[in-house]
């Protein structure tokens, strides 16, 4: 079912290209991750309402790559809208981390500016329950995919791992597998690996699809084991965007087992696009999703968690000024630090 939905929304943006409104509308791109997490849903779900719902513009979705790389793309005029997140920013305008070799960094972060911050969803550290790995600790020597190597989800996860688990990935205290989100999935779905990490709001579709065939293990601290680990509380509090996920127990049945309810990590990231984009058709484009996007609560539940007030919050990025026109005629109340 879970397939047949996603199947679905992709139909729907690949009909969407060829109504007859979208032939003398203006063709923008957007660049997101692969499928598979829900940042990859929500704005697939972005780009269908605005194309279906008004013809102006029209965005087509690339969803190849990392999105550390689409910013700087998008920053040099070759998309309208990429995925970001306040982290990929922060590390952008200082060029570090993996933007310390990039030219010219703080001007290009400069063009960079939010349309709306929504929330990654939770770090889900997954092993098959018959593998015999039941903590972080069980994980060392083990074969673990943390994200795609260079991209935000990576680093985050790698330094979860070491703060959480005690295991540092560059010390080889586990085996790191390169690949992309897609092929990382697959290779999970065959055991050629022994954990998989990923980010989405739970109840999250990847887990829902691998526990349909196999019992599955969700690895992660309990309440107590969080909130007694200061290295992690000074983590979530050292950069804005992070924040703790917690998925509750039972939240994927059975064939899921959770000792208890697991805090782990979240983030939020966002739909980003350039300062020079037109202020109205950055406007119609935030109107058009936020109008159209209760009618598509119903059959998407996971939208319960966009809303508008994540969606101002301050990340370390202005609003473009076209989408703050919008969220200040619904009168929400928008941060100092959000205010372009």
Sequence with gaps: MKQIKFITLIGVLIVSLFTSGAYAAERMKMATIAPGTSAYLTMTTFASLVNQNQSKVNITVDATGAATKHVIELAKGKLEFAMSAPTIHFFLKKGIAMYKNVEAHAELAEKLRAVMWFPYGQYHWLAYEDSGIKTFADMKGKKVFLGPPGGGAYAAAATWLKLAGGLDVKAGDVQNVKASWSSAFQGFQD??????????????????????????????????????????????????????????????GDNVVMSHDIYSGGAAVGIVTRADMSDDDVYKITKTFWENMEGAR???????????????????????????????EKGVAIPAGSMN
């Design 191 to 252: 055991r050629q690996f022994d954990v998989y990490v990923n980010g989405g709001i739970a109840p999250f579709p990847q887990v829902e699809q691998l526990s349909l065939t196999n019992k599955m293990r969700l690895i992660g601290m309990s309440k107590s084991e969080f909130e007694s680990n200061d290295a992690i509380q000074k983590y979530l509090e050292s950069l804005p965007g992070r924040e703790v996920g917690i998925i509750p127990q039972g939240v994927y």
């Design 298 to 328: 119903a059959s998407t539940p996971w939208l319960k968690h966009i809303t508008l007030e994540y969606a101002v919050q301050e990340g370390g990025m202005p609003l473009h000024p076209g989408a703050q026109r919008y969220y200040e």
